[in-house]
């Protein structure tokens, strides 16, 4: 395997062995024999284990859907956008670390970083969106709104073991925080 088809098994090889073992229980090693990679090609490429899940953890989130798509009005951005958010938060991904992210501070940074930044991100193009189609929003609330919704997402899958209907957070919550005036 060369670059990115290597890169890309990597990545793989972690979000299989977080859903199968916990973070806590893989290794570089682990990884490595995985991906049928050596450890020096993946110590050039991230320095520890928090590193190199924290990458395939933002990659297995974006998903195939790197910008949020203009649907046509801010409320079927906002679910769109919460939709993604419960398909990241679903799975072998950031609610089955909770643990790993609490106790490794550099995990916890990099996720954190992740999160504040996607959210940015996010609420640019969504808000960038809107005004664009003639909408009144407060952009500036923009990426509170996402890491609201981050959070809420996260704290009702974990506590309820399902995500919440994203309707009912992007009507009740979301809409009406952007837009009131």
């Known amino acids: 395997m060369r ?9 793989d090889a972690a979000i299989e062995l977080i859903g199968e ?21 993946m110590y050039r490429k ?17 998903g195939e859907r790197p910008e949020p798509p203009d649907t046509g009005s801010l409320r079927g951005d906002l679910l769109a956008e919460v939709e993604g958010i419960i398909e990241a938060i679903a799975g072998p991904s950031l609610l089955g670390l909770a643990e790993a992210v609490r106790d490794d501070a550099t995990l916890r940074d ?13 609420a640019e193009s ?12 407060k952009g500036a609330l923009g990426p509170a709104v996402l890491n609201l919704a981050v959070a809420q997402v996260f704290l009702t899958a974990l506590l309820h073991g399902t995500p919440p209907d994203p309707a009912p957070l992007v009507d009740d919550i979301l809409v009406p925080v952007l837009t009131h005036r």
């Open 3 to 11: 670059g990115q088809v290597r890169h890309d098994a990597i990545l």
């Open 21 to 41: 073992t916990g973070y806590g229980r893989i290794s570089m090693d682990a990884i490595a024999a995985r991906a049928q990679a050596s450890k020096m090609t």
């Open 46 to 62: 991230w320095p520890g284990k928090a590193e190199l899940v924290a990458e395939a953890l933002r990659r297995h989130a974006e």
């Open 110 to 122: 990099l996720v954190r970083a992740q999160i504040e930044d996607r959210c940015r991100r996010d």
């Open 126 to 137: 969504i808000c960038g969106h809107a005004l664009a189609r003639g909408e009144r929003v």
